[in-house]
């Protein structure tokens, strides 16, 4: 088995502890593996939204929360701290369309799945955030849903875009204070697992939320790949 993104062969041994887990080994050999950052749960963690602090919870979370209609949000849980190589995983995955390079997340994403949501499984439904009709044609594919389907609870889709502009393009101020880019098309009753790649500001997450909140969904978590 070679590597998923330096090609070198590995050997893999899969053993009862992956077999009775259902968490398949990594498709990365040990050396690439050494270049992600994994993030570090409490107390360098914030609660809410994963952000590497020393607070239980951080400022921009707080800021959320004094909102005269709350935090939509429950929290989001991440795996990784971007990183350089983390960068180039990304930029060939999502942007340049190596849909199968996206593997490589699978084992780390459904232990953080088991790892946070575990007790809540037979009740979440996992949502994954869409692309605008012109990003998904870009690129091939959602990123979002490839994450989705790897957990193992039931994925629907309930949001369509409306607005197409690339969410890197904007300042960390144009992203919070943006209007909502989305447009529910399906009313769900059951607590919501959000699936994204990468959290940044945590606007877009909420911008999901309150619409599925103001359309009777209990509540909403999140579980991105990536905190920015």
């Not at 949000?73 to 930029?91: D, G, H, K, R």
Request: glycine residues 4%; charged residues 25%; hydrophobic residues 35%.
């Amino acid at each position: 088995m070679n590597c998923l993104w330096c090609e070198a062969e590995q050997s893999r041994n899969i053993g009862w502890n992956n077999f009775l887990s259902l968490i398949q080994p990594s498709e990365l050999c040990d050396s690439c593996v050494t270049n992600l950052t994994f993030l570090q749960d409490a107390p360098s963690r914030c609660a809410k939204c994963s952000r590497e602090t020393a607070e239980e919870t951080c400022f921009d979370c707080q800021r959320w929360e004094k909102r005269a209609q709350g935090d939509p949000l429950q929290l989001n849980y991440s795996v990784f701290q971007y990183n350089p190589f983390l960068q180039e995983v990304i930029a060939k995955w999502k942007y340049r369309g190596d849909y199968v390079l996206g593997e490589l997340f699978r084992p780390y994403l459904r232990k953080a799945f088991f790892k946070k949501f575990g007790k809540k499984k037979k009740e979440l439904t996992a949502v994954p955030i869409p692309l605008s009709e012109e990003r998904l044609a870009e690129r091939g594919f959602n990123q979002a849903e490839m994450l989705a389907d790897f957990l193992p609870v039931q994925t629907k889709s309930a949001f369509i875009r409306i607005d197409s502009e690339k969410q890197s393009k904007k300042s960390r101020k144009e992203r919070v204070t943006a209007k909502n880019p989305f447009s529910l098309t399906k009313k769900i009753k059951t607590p919501v697992l959000l699936v994204d790649d990468i959290y940044t500001t945590g606007t877009t997450l909420r911008h999901a939320s309150e619409l599925l909140i103001k359309q009777g969904c209990p509540q909403v978590y999140a579980l991105t790949l990536i905190r920015g």
